[in-house]
């Protein structure tokens, strides 16, 4: 099993700056690959971005691309998330996941977290 938690969410204005945290634990938590997802008020769930397990490779969505950074530190267990130029249109639970594979498809992921509210206003 692998446990993970999110933090960092919150209320900003648009334009701030916010960095959400993903916290890993549990005997089998080496390994995956993880990925961040998102999902407003009514909507599906959607990908966000995905980062390898050695860090190397990393894979967004093209409404974050250039905004937003997926970072890992192994030694600490936790995955990051640094999202830039926020919009309104960026409000919604933020979740990360792991996985064995390479997918930006909610249904291949293995272990979810319970998510962060991030709210972004105009």
């Known amino acids: 099993q692998v446990q993970l938690v999110e933090s960092g969410g919150g209320l900003v204005q648009a334009g701030d700056s916010l960095r959400l945290s993903c916290a890993a634990s549990?005997?089998?938590?080496?390994?995956?690959?993880m990925g961040w997802f998102r999902q407003a008020p009514g909507k599906e769930r959607v990908f966000v971005a995905l980062i390898s397990w050695s860090g190397s490779n990393t894979y967004y969505a093209e409404s974050v691309k250039g905004r937003f950074t997926i970072a890992r530190d192994n030694a600490k267990n936790t995955v990051y998330l640094q999202m830039n130029s926020l919009k309104p249109e960026d409000t919604a639970v933020y979740c990360c996941?792991?996985?064995?594979?390479?997918?930006?498809?909610?249904?291949?992921?293995?272990?979810w977290g319970p998510g962060t509210q991030v709210t972004v206003s105009s």
């Open positions: 549990g005997r089998t938590a080496t390994g995956h690959n």
């Open positions: 996941a792991a996985t064995r594979g390479w997918s930006s498809s909610p249904g291949q992921y293995d272990y």
